[in-house]
Every structure is written in structure tokens, then in C-alpha cells.
């Protein structure tokens, strides 16, 4: 696909024009203390905020997290999954959620802030202070799921079977010396997202 398809995508959220902004990432790497304010908790309320929106659009809905043993985390929503476009090809193209910045948010001195008071970035702050990060996309059009490291993509989008589900699921391990989350003051969120914190 060429650059010149891509640029005629509207953007909404993010830049379709490219699927990774290098720069951007290695920004974030170089300053976690700004773009995650206390740590995992910081993180997980960032993929939330995804959750939030989609509940909002869509008159409700749920989100799980869970805090694993080995110290990653996973949240899980029941939302319409990632917005995925065919290129001219046909072959499907991925809304750039996690490798690109938020134009929402990541450069707004005036960004919302999330509830633990601190701004909202973006799900590409997440990516880019995980060591790993899988991304699992189930959507009506097709599913699949694609592997991060750093915030850089070290896989295509591998194709799921469908399970008859929609939404997103986002595993990811944070980097060495972010503080460990402890799963409070993940749940305050208005009442059309509803979050269960699992171990």
C-alpha cells in the first residue's frame, strides 16, 4: 500500500499515514516518569480509557484487568474491537493505536485527566514502556493479534478464529522499574464502564 492511500484516511484519533512514529516512542522510553505517573496503575488506567470511550459510544459496557503473577497485566473489554481498514489490496490495516501518538491528547496541555488525576497520553505510552505487549483485536470484520516489544510491532496481524465475541484485549509486561500496581483505584470510572480487578 502506498503512503499516498493511507494519507487520504480520515484521522480521527491517530495518524493513519504511518503504522509506527519510532520518535515518538523513544521520547516516551527516555521519560517514564512523566508518562506514567505511579507506575503500572498510570498504565492500566490509560488502556481503560480506551474501554471508557468504547462503552460511552456503545451504552455500556465491561472491563477486566488482571494483575498476573509474573507481574504483566492484561485488560480485557467487551467493546467493537480496534477499527481495521482494507488497503488497496485488500489486505486489512490496523488503526496505528499502539505505535503512534493519540492526537487527542499526547501533545494537549489541556488533556483529560484520568483518575488518578494525572493526564491522559495515549495507548501508545503503554507500548512504548512495555517490554512486551500483545494486542488481540476481535472485531465483526475479522480478529487478530499482534505482538509489540518496546512499542515497536515484531509481527504482522496474525488472523484469529472467530469466537462469536467482540473487543480488545492489550497483555503487556512493563518495563523494569515502573512501580507495581496494586489494583486499587482502578474502578473509578462513570457508570457505563464497569471494571473488575481479577489475580
Not at 500500500?1 to 493511507?6: E, G
Not at 484487568?65 to 489490496?89: E, N, Q
Not at 476481535?138 to 499482534?146: I, P
Amino acid at each position: 500500500m502506498t503512503d499516498a492511500v493511507r494519507a487520504t484516511w480520515r484521522n480521527t484519533t491517530h495518524d493513519w499515514a504511518a503504522e509506527v512514529d519510532h520518535a515518538h516512542l523513544a521520547a516516551v522510553r527516555r521519560a517514564p516518569e512523566t508518562y506514567a505517573p505511579g507506575g503500572v496503575r498510570h498504565l492500566i488506567l490509560e488502556v481503560l480509557a480506551y474501554a471508557a470511550d468504547e462503552a460511552e459510544c456503545t451504552g455500556g459496557g465491561r472491563a477486566v484487568v488482571t494483575l498476573h503473577p509474573d507481574g504483566s497485566v492484561s485488560v480485557t473489554d467487551d467493546g467493537r474491537g480496534t477499527d481495521t481498514r482494507l488497503d488497496a489490496a485488500g489486505r486489512p490495516v490496523k488503526k496505528p493505536v499502539m505505535a503512534t501518538k493519540d492526537l487527542r491528547f499526547f501533545d494537549e496541555p489541556d488533556a483529560p485527566a484520568l483518575p488518578d488525576g494525572h493526564p491522559r497520553r495515549g495507548m501508545s505510552v503503554v507500548a512504548a514502556l512495555s517490554d512486551r505487549l500483545t494486542h488481540t483485536n476481535r472485531r465483526a470484520a475479522g480478529s487478530w493479534t499482534q505482538r509489540y516489544e518496546h512499542g515497536i510491532p515484531v509481527t504482522d496481524l496474525d488472523p484469529l478464529l472467530d469466537d462469536g465475541t467482540t473487543g480488545t484485549r492489550v497483555h503487556f509486561h512493563p518495563a523494569p522499574g515502573l512501580a507495581a500496581a496494586t489494583g486499587t483505584g482502578l474502578t473509578a470510572w462513570p457508570d457505563h464502564l464497569t471494571v473488575t480487578v481479577e489475580r
